[in-house]
């Protein structure tokens, strides 16, 4: 009889469990280039040999320019060519970090001590360390990853409670997920989203270069199915509003770093008008590399969202290149079908990294299971004193969720 007053009792109990809802941590962090140490060995090779010596791989444009010059444009070119002869062959370059990653120099390589790359991986395992242990964090959206062996890497002691995976890429940097294996009852399953790794030059026919792709996470919490939707945006159109370090930008803007980042625009809008369609409880966060706080911020008539004044929450027309006449990212995204909620940012942060970057959204049905206002916070990433190769350069974004 009391053999089946313990069974009755772990039934009820585990009954009591489902009966309340379920609190999930969930984190989005972008880990600077992150590899192995071999990796990090193939990277110093190729900028050390003769040809390359350390140059720039990337074009830059002037303060104050919407592209480069045809002097600095060429010689970014030419780097280029040297850096995939040295990797051997320009599909082996792109999996090699460029010379500028670490903030290396020819004298600052010369003068550091054996383990620096050791140094970097140490800090995001212990970085990473407490946001699970001190945290409670279940899900973590890594940005600027290379593979799903480096998250397993620095997962370190929790390696064996977590899944993790990553959206193939023909490229060094990649999205990718870990979580937590206990957290869903039934496998995670991971779906990478190829159509955001768009083409950066689609003037240019033998270009092997492509942005990041995105990769969606679905979980079972409880009886609910929630999506994650893990993306890493083009860069260097992230403001505006003008601030005395960069200029503001509109999507529509002849920069040539925002001409791009507005091609991302259709297939990002697209893969989350889908996923609300098929899953209600979702969640959209990672490194959107632009301040959509100062878009939220600005209040803009439906019609004036796009160029053309049609309704944001109607198709995007797209252009022989995939462009778009969005004006606004935030506005595009969260035009009533479906309706994102920003998870606010935090109030105060001893963080070291970029600021109004990282973004988790959620979904208005997630949304609405929340007892209480949503909020984050962001964590100092850990690093030693004089350490030559930083830890990241962003801090991770944390959120917990009600289900």
């Known amino acids: 009889m009391r053999r089946w ?21 969930i984190a989005a962090f972008n880990i600077a280039w992150a590899g192995s140490e071999a990796d990090f060995n193939e990277h110093i090779r190729v900028c050390t040999s003769p040809q390359v010596n350390w140059c720039d791989t990337r074009a830059k444009t002037a303060k104050g320019d919407t592209a480069p010059t045809p002097e600095e444009d060429a010689r970014a070119k030419q780097c280029q060519a040297d850096f995939d002869t040295a990797a051997g062959g320009a599909g082996k370059g792109l999996l090699v970090a460029p010379c500028n990653a670490y903030k290396l120099t020819a004298s600052k390589w010369k003068k550091a001590a054996p383990g620096i790359y050791a140094e970097k991986l140490e800090g995001l395992r212990q970085t990473v360390d407490g946001l699970i242990r001190a945290r409670r964090v279940d899900v973590i959206a890594f940005q600027e990853v290379r593979s799903a062996g480096v998250i397993k890497e620095i997962l370190g002691s929790h390696t064996a409670d977590f899944e993790a995976c990553v959206g193939d890429h023909t490229s060094f940097q990649t999205v990718g997920f870990a979580w ?9 399953k991971c779906a990478p989203e190829a159509g955001l790794a768009i083409k950066e030059n689609p003037q240019d026919p033998a270009s092997l270069r492509y942005l990041r792709p995105g990769v969606a996470l679905s979980l079972t919490i409880g009886k609910d199915s929630l999506t994650l939707m893990n993306v890493h945006l083009k860069s260097s159109c992230a403001n505006l509003i003008t601030s005395p370090a960069f200029k503001g930008h509109e999507l529509t803007d002849p920069d040539s770093a925002c001409q791009v980042l507005n091609r991302q625009v259709a297939p990002l809008e697209a893969w989350i008008d889908g996923v609300a369609k098929t899953s209600p409880l979702f969640v959209v966060l990672g490194d959107f590399n632009r301040r959509l706080d100062e878009e939220a ?6 019609k004036d969202v796009r160029k053309d004044h049609t309704d944001p929450a109607t198709p995007n027309k797209t252009g022989a290149n995939g462009e778009v006449s969005s004006r606004f990212l935030w506005q595009e995204l969260s035009d009533g079908d479906p309706t994102l909620v920003q998870v606010p940012p935090p109030v105060t942060t001893d963080c070291k990294g970029f600021e109004g970057l990282d973004h988790i959204l959620i979904s208005a049905a997630l949304n609405a299971r929340q007892t209480g206002p949503i909020s984050s916070e962001k964590v100092k990433v850990e690093q030693k004193d004089k350490q030559v190769i930083m830890t990241s350069d962003h801090c991770p974004r944390i959120t917990r969720l009600t289900l």
Not at 5 to 25: F, I, K, R, T
Not at 180 to 188: A, C, D, E, L
Not at 297 to 302: F, G, T, W, Y
């Open 297 to 302: 911020a600005k209040a803009v008539a439906p």
């Open 5 to 25: 007053q313990v069974v009755l009792g772990a039934v009820l109990a585990g009954w009591s469990l489902n009966a309340h809802a379920a609190e999930l941590g």
């Open 180 to 188: 937590r294996r206990s957290v869903t009852s039934k496998p995670g």
